[in-house]
């Protein structure tokens, strides 16, 4: 305590060199912080579940001929067969309980209030294997999935409960309405639990085997080769990974062969030999399955470290000014020793002092990490920031504690260890009564700033890289024109919209937008740009042989999509208000299509198949410029679009709109939609989002 008071009685004393002492920490320590609370939420803390330890996921990885759908849990490899995860559950039933989920996109009214989101598809053991009790009423069971479209319940997500439902409790037995189908509530999903995959936030839980009605088009729950469930499982007391693996690939293994293999379409040698070769892999699944944590764990361990090398530079930058004030107080240091006192006990006092400047740099850099995230939470999307809690947490606060006594021994322990190496005989012969430890201390003084000089120099090298690999990015040819565009998407077929009722909103929607004042262009496409997504089909080229089908992604958008995204004709012509139903069917391709598949400047009057049509007969009418379709570090992949209006089953369209003026204007216009769009319709609408330059 003595050691204390002395400590805070000197910082009192020497305010500048205190102040800056604090500042540099708390910079330092609140930035370190702010970074391990994203790199905490997304790539440590596992599930709030009963022993999440004991959870696995199944992956299966090689080839998966026929249909694949993956999201936001995992790629193509982590994603069955609906009947092989039955198979699966069944045969490993005495090491591994397994549960299957699959999140969609879903429309909710609960009392005449529609909100848009997505729902959980999962098994009826799913919260059984997960471990966990309901807020209210009951969870899904075994009961509500052992029939295909039986059983119309949902449990409801707490958050969604609490907010949008007020947190009544006399919700348990009434009936919520999921893509127009009336569904029974039965419970609410414990607090804190949002679901096993990070990036989606489920507002409800349903029965997977309600896919069907959920989704009117969805028919593979019988189809071997339509890939589109991801499990997990929780082991049984006794049993390890490897065990449970073991246990399952013997079930699976025979099935690919025998069962499967004769299913899957033509496909060359090496594909089918990958096929047959496939294993079971189980994975620790502690985190629950989610894309997230694969694309974040790089980019969140190079920010983690990079801020280490700015708190070792703070650490550094502290022990110089330590060693500035020891070198002031060395005849103190001289007098304690000449009366009796040990280096221990001076080391000791030393080191109290620089605890203190620790302590009081952790708190300041609460405040730091506090106001770090919320400048992230300013410049990250909304949709982002609400799948994620920028808050400091009990685990963030430890965090801070550890890094601050870390800091503290760091930075002080070298000035207390020199600043009790004065050799008393020389000082008190020489009167030293600035004794700065002579040439040794003179170097290791050198050694501290010439580190602090090499890491500051790292961190710049580093910055500068990623300085130009964002310069990189932005000067990326992105062969579409984006000022003055706002996107958003209608789903009316997640509120039970019949096809023809689909087709009149879609073009009452662009009627309405086209009238706007300083809209010159309105477009809608199917699959939306440079969103990480990607429609792919089976096609057949009339005069080109290949030897396995050839899977071509694709895009069905809407008359005058290039002229609107000021994409450039190479040859032929765009599509029209005349590409209509019972018109010819055409296509238009990118210069990739026709390079990659020798046809050029000929690939006008060529004609192809999609899907299962046996004969070709969709016209090639036009070749564009090459433009980024998914991703934008992504090369342009060979790209062939289809009018949407051609297509009588559109069920989602995301809409472009350009504008002469500020884009602010019309997505006000958008969002408030009572304008053009009756009460019912504008429940469709999802988030507006302005895309600029």
Known sequence: MHDLRHAVRLLVRTPFVSTVAVLTLALGIGANAAIYSLFDQILVRPLPVAEPDRLVNVVTPGPKPGSTSSGAAGGIEAILSYPMYRDL???????????????????????????????????????????????????????????????????????YWQAQLGGDPGVVGE?????????TVVGVAPRGFTGTTLGVR??????ITMRGELSPWFDGFDDRTSHWVYAFGRLRPGVTLEQARTVLDGVYRPIVREVEAPLIPPVDDATRAAFLEKSIVLEPGSRGQSLVHAEASTPLTLLLVITGVVLLIACTNIANLLLARGAARSTEMVVRLSLGASRSRIAAQLLTESLVLAALGGVAGLLVAQWTLALVASILPSEVVSLLRLELGASVVVFTAAVALGTGLLSGLAPALHGTRTELATALRTGAVHHTGGRRSARFRTTLVTGQVALAMMLLVTAGLFLRSLINVTRVELGVRTENIVSFTLSPELNGYAPE???????????????????????????????????????????VETQAPLFVLFNRVGPGFFRALDVPLVAGREFTEADDLGAPRIAIVNETFARTFGLGRDAIGTRIAIGATPRPDVEIVGIVQDAKYSAVKEDVPPLFFTPYRQDPEVGSLTFYVRTAHDPAEVVRAIALGAGYLPARRAAAVQPVMALRE
């Open 89 to 159: 559950e069944a045969a490993g039933a005495e090491s591994i309980d397994l549960a299957a989920h699959r999140s969609t996109g879903a429309n909710l009214t609960f009392a005449g209030n529609t909100v848009s989101g997505q729902v959980m598809l999962v098994s009826g053991s799913y919260f059984r294997v997960l471990g966990l009790s309901p807020a209210l009423g009951r969870l899904l069971d075994s009961s509500d999935d052992d029939a295909i479209g039986a059983h119309l319940v949902a449990v409801l997500a707490y958050d």
């Open 202 to 207: 489920p507002r409800g839980f349903v029965p």
């Open 175 to 183: 009936s919520i309405l999921v893509n127009g189908v009336p569904l």
């Open 501 to 543: 009722e689909r087709r009149a909103l879609f073009r009452e929607v662009e009627d309405a937008l086209a009238a706007l004042p300083g809209v010159t262009h309105v477009v809608g496409a199917v699959v939306p740009l440079l969103a990480d997504t990607r429609w792919s089909a089976n096609i057949a080229i009339e005069g």
